[in-house]
């Protein structure tokens, strides 16, 4: 195998590894906010409990996100150079800002929400949490802005640059308001933070029913639930509309990546279908075994079923791979219409009181957590592989982009290399979950203040604490 392709397996594999972490973290984050502000409001000792509880689980995924997320930086340099070269002037200010504006504000108050619990009043452990959830909100902005530079290029001036190896292409800032804001920069980050607040609502909703389904910690694990659902429903259907507006973005300004999602390879006299299924094949120009709906695609990109959609052979060789575009982008959007239909149907059951009966739910739920983990991937997927044969889109190409001076056994053996790593970074945290996740929630402590009869209304709240107390209030 070249260089090119092997360097492209590289960064795959360290960046698809990588984000594991990052939208987990996000949407942890949101929930942490929901579930403390709810025991600022209520005193319910449980919510504070799910708040410290869900917290280590937050610590140790930001812990590896930024431990796998330094690997990617430096292979810019050493699988990347040329690429690098090209682009360091616009995506190094995004990837600056990054660091400086969002990574110390999370890992500063990260301090504070996991250790400050008995150090700082509640309402400033409660401001720290929402600027740790911030933090990483404003993490993922930057690192949007520089990968939807990459889709969707603007505010840079070309400049030729002499290297020792001869006159070379750079792009230079030229308005760092127009990179910030390229044309694809909203959508994306709407979708992105989206579906890290699904992924973290799913984690919080596996855990509890796992918790409901062993009968332990009950009470804990109907709260987070209840809390969690309710940010995975919305999200999901957000999802499903923040999708219909990256679509009609991609039609607009990567008409060869969204033919390729769609299997569109002739350009119609009429409307476009969308492929429901089926199984494109790129030597006979067609989708076999198709259940397709006439005119609906050219309805979602233009509010018209019989405006034309450009196929792939409009565009030459310049077309990504079809194959994996293609599989890719109709699994992440029928793992999303799964997401709306199962936490519709769990609202539904919460507002009839059947919620918790319902084992063979929860069991849904108990393994649903991997969909958003793979949804998240496969988007990635098809937004990067879509790109092809581009890195930078309509300007450098991938196979343009990389380090002149690497060999395939270099590449090959840093690959084998960051494998085994991961691999054993990917056992620990599973088995530091496991661990958390089988010691569960703190145990929620009685306020030691007021009668016995005072202490056993507490306690009643809370299963576990009142057998050997309600004796003891009768004969109070």
């Known amino acids: 195998m070249d260089v090119v392709i092997l360097s492209r397996i590289q960064f795959a594999l360290t960046i698809m590894f990588h984000y594991l972490f990052p939208p987990l973290t996000i949407g942890l984050g949101l929930l942490l906010v929901f579930l403390e502000g709810r025991y600022l409001k209520t005193k319910d000792?449980?919510?504070?409990?799910?708040?410290?509880?869900?917290?280590?689980?937050?610590?140790?995924?930001?812990?590896?996100?930024?431990?796998?997320?330094?690997?990617?930086?430096?292979?810019?340099?050493?699988?990347?150079?040329?690429?690098?070269?090209?682009?360091?002037?616009?995506?190094?200010?995004?990837?600056?800002?990054?660091?400086?504006?969002?990574?110390?504000?999370?890992?500063?108050?990260?301090?504070?929400?996991?250790?400050?619990?008995?150090?700082?009043?509640?309402?400033?452990?409660?401001?720290?949490?929402?600027?740790v959830a911030l933090g990483s909100i404003f993490s993922a902005i930057w690192i949007i802005v520089a990968i939807s530079w990459?889709?969707?290029?603007?505010?840079?001036?070309?400049?030729?640059?002499?290297?020792?190896?001869?006159?070379?292409?750079?792009?230079?800032?030229?308005?760092?308001?127009?990179?910030?804001?390229?044309?694809?920069?909203?959508d994306r980050l709407v979708h992105v933070l989206l579906g890290a607040f699904v992924l973290g609502a799913f984690f919080v909703l596996s855990v509890s029913a796992y918790y409901l389904l062993r009968e332990r910690h009950v009470d804990f694990a109907r709260k987070s639930f209840t809390t969690a659902i309710w940010v995975a429903a919305v999200a999901s259907i957000a999802m499903l509309i923040s999708g219909d507006s990256q679509g009609r973005m991609v039609a607009r300004h990567q008409p060869a990546k969204l033919a390729a999602m769609e299997g569109i390879f002739h350009t119609t006299d009429s409307g476009a279908p969308i492929h429901v299924i089926g199984i494109p094949d790129s030597e006979e120009k067609t989708v076999r075994y198709s259940l397709e709906i006439p005119g609906l695609l050219s309805f979602l990109v233009h509010r018209d079923f019989n405006t034309p959609v450009p196929g792939l052979d409009q565009f030459g060789a310049d077309i990504p791979p079809v194959g994996l575009t293609f599989f890719s982008f109709h699994l992440m959007v029928g793992l999303g219409i799964y997401f709306i239909v199962v936490?519709?149907?769990?609202?539904?059951?919460?507002?009839?009181?059947?919620?918790?009966?319902?084992?063979?739910?929860?069991?849904?739920?108990?393994?649903?957590?991997?969909?958003?983990?793979?949804?998240?991937?496969?988007?990635?997927?098809?937004?990067?592989?879509?790109r092809q044969p581009w890195i930078v889109y309509n300007q450098l190409r991938t196979s343009e982009a990389v380090s002149q001076n690497l060999t395939p056994s270099q590449v090959l053996g840093s690959i084998i290399m960051f494998g085994a790593i991961y691999a054993m970074l990917f056992a620990v945290w599973i088995y530091l979950l496991n661990d958390k996740i089988q010691k569960g929630p703190e145990p929620v402590s009685i306020p030691p203040k007021g009668s016995l009869r005072d202490a056993v209304d507490v306690a009643s709240r809370y299963p576990g604490h009142t057998d050997s107390l309600t004796e003891a209030k009768d004969k109070d």
């Open 343 to 386: 936490t519709l149907y769990a609202l539904w059951c919460l507002k009839r009181g059947t919620l918790f009966n319902r084992k063979w739910l929860l069991w849904v739920f108990v393994f649903s957590v991997i969909g958003p983990f793979i949804a998240n991937e496969i988007g990635w997927v098809a937004a990067e592989v879509g």
């Open 150 to 186: 990459q889709q969707t290029p603007a505010g840079f001036v070309l400049r030729e640059v002499a290297t020792p190896a001869g006159t070379v292409m750079r792009a230079e800032l030229a308005s760092f308001r127009e990179v910030l804001f390229n044309p694809s920069t909203v």
């Open 45 to 131: 000792l449980q919510y504070e409990a799910a708040t410290k509880f869900w917290t280590k689980i937050f610590a140790l995924n930001f812990a590896l996100g930024v431990a796998t997320g330094i690997v990617m930086e430096f292979q810019f340099g050493t699988n990347w150079a040329a690429y690098s070269r090209y682009v360091g002037d616009v995506f190094g200010s995004a990837l600056a800002a990054e660091g400086i504006f969002a990574f110390f504000l999370e890992s500063g108050f990260l301090a504070i929400l996991v250790f400050g619990w008995d150090r700082v009043s509640a309402k400033m452990h409660f401001v720290a949490t929402i600027l």
